[in-house]
T-cell receptor, first 107, second 115 residues
Framework: KNEVEQSPQNLTAQEGEFITINCSYS?????LHWLQQHPGGGIVSLFM???GKKKHGRLIATINIQEKHSSLHITASHPRDSAVYIC?????????FGTGTRLTIIP | KAGVTQTPRYLIKTRGQQVTLSCSPI?????VSWYQQTPGQGLQFLFE???????NKGNFPGRFSGRQFSNSRSEMNVSTLELGDSALYLC??????????????FGEGSRLTVL
């Protein structure tokens, strides 16, 4: 079992829908990154959070360190949001990545 | 402000050869970390360097090595290449050491194919 699990693995939605991607981890962590990877490989860091909630535009990330769970939400989804979303947990001086969620937004 | 630059972007090698990949961080960033991404294993951490010192190392064999120079540029080397080393190698830079000190800025990656 991976230390960092993401769900769903694949998600297809219509433009405008509210999207939720989940990340759960089995070890204690100090913080967690949410990353976005577009086809071609480039990765963009969306959020780093250690508690509570952060918002940037249409993206919202939440984390509950005690419950070992984080979520990434996208409001009013758009085809340009189509990408792979990856969470990465920081704990015990290790950075452990989730397996990623492939999101496809259909116009 | 220029982003993180990785060279080369694509390369093809044969088994047994060695390869050196380069990463130039954002100006002013002193921390560089390296990652391997494969379809089977996903993203995995290789090394982290800060001010020319390796702070952390992932679970990879000794064929994988790296270094950081005084201008913060970093190189990683893979010797005696194996087919399984075919991957996208990504580096990321940040201002401070440690992944929980701030945002990570990734390069576009170097795609290595081993034949």
């Amino acid at each position: 079992k991976n230390e960092v699990e993401q769900s769903p693995q694949n998600l297809t939605a219509q433009e405008g829908e509210f999207i939720t991607i989940n990340c759960s981890y089995s070890v204690g962590i100090s913080a967690l990154h949410w990353l976005q990877q577009h086809p071609g490989g480039g990765i963009v860091s969306l959020f780093m959070l250690s508690s509570g909630k952060k918002k940037h535009g249409r993206l919202i990330a939440t984390i509950n360190i005690q419950e070992k769970h984080s979520s990434l939400h996208i409001t009013a989804s758009h085809p340009r949001d189509s990408a792979v979303y990856i969470c990465a947990a920081i704990g015990n001086e290790k950075l452990t990545f989730g397996t990623g969620t492939r999101l496809t937004i259909i116009p | 402000k220029a982003g993180v630059t990785q060279t080369p972007r694509y390369l093809i090698k044969t088994r047994g050869q060695q390869v050196t990949l380069s990463c130039s961080p954002i100006s002013g960033h002193r921390s560089v970390s390296w990652y391997q991404q494969t379809p089977g294993q996903g993203l995995q951490f290789l090394f982290e360097y800060f001010s020319e010192t390796q702070r952390n190392k992932g679970n990879f064999p000794g064929r994988f090595s790296g270094r950081q120079f005084s201008n913060s540029r970093s190189e990683m080397n893979v010797s005696t290449l194996e087919l399984g080393d075919s991957a996208l190698y990504l580096c990321a830079s940040s201002l401070l050491a440690g992944w929980d000190t701030g945002e990570l800025f990734f390069g576009e990656g170097s795609r290595l194919t081993v034949l």
